[in-house]
């Protein structure tokens, strides 16, 4: 069993669908650092900003407190979990309150050493 250094990140509360999360970080996970953060920067979805400042965070975490080098990540594990929904009343015809529900999410990102199997 080999020792495996991650270091990880977490955005809490954030004010987006999990679901649109989701389709961004799959195309994310298991990709280097730096070819991870060249595909946010193109995206055109609104959380892969978010996620972009979550996945610097976490690459910041691995230099500063694992002693790892930002060019040797990857990206091990990513995943988004549901937060409270935020619940409001819009205001309809003849009297009536439409719900309307806001969702939240939390995303995390766990980065680690990328390891080579040249035996």
Known sequence: MTNKTVAKAVGRYIRTSPLKVRRVLDQIRGKDYSEAVLILKFMPYR???????????????????SSLAKNKLIITQTYADKGPILKRFRPRAQGRGYPIRKPTCHIFIEVGEKVNNNN
């Open 47 to 65: 959380s892969s900003n978010i996620i972009l400042q979550i996945l610097q965070s976490a690459a910041a975490n691995a230099e500063h407190n």
